[in-house]
């Protein structure tokens, strides 16, 4: 079995930063790529950013120049920088990663961590 845990979410003032952390723990023969996800309240799951196995990076339009994902594929983590935050960015933040685990290749997702961008 593979859990995926987020960290690093909290209440952050207009301007200000948060890392957030995502940490893939279990029976994991490798991880490919591996993404974050964030649902507002009265909104769907929306995409922000996602990292290849060998670092290749994509963002949303409304994240790009903000935001930036990384990884550690040692410890089998993927972090989200995020700087300059908006109230509008406030959400549950979700990781995502696509990995194989006992000769099987699967999708999974972390239990969410609450960002709140608010003065």
């Known amino acids: 079995q593979v859990q995926l845990v987020e960290s690093g979410g909290g209440l952050v003032q207009p301007g200000g930063s948060l890392r957030l952390s995502c940490a893939a723990s279990?029976?994991?023969?490798?991880?490919?790529?591996m993404a974050w996800y964030r649902q507002a309240p009265g909104k769907e799951r929306e995409f922000l950013a996602g990292?290849?196995?060998?670092?290749?990076?994509n963002y949303a339009d409304s994240v790009k120049g903000r935001f930036t994902i990384s990884r550690d594929n040692a410890k089998n983590t993927v972090y989200l920088q995020m700087n300059s935050l908006k109230p509008e960015d406030t959400a549950v933040y979700y990781c995502?990663?696509?990995?194989?685990?006992?000769?099987?290749?699967?999708?999974?997702w972390g239990q969410g961590t609450q960002v709140t961008v608010s003065s």
């Open positions: 990292i290849t196995r060998t670092g290749s990076a």
């Open positions: 279990g029976s994991i023969f490798s991880i490919n790529a």
């Open positions: 995502n990663a696509d990995y194989w685990s006992s000769g099987s290749y699967y999708t999974g």
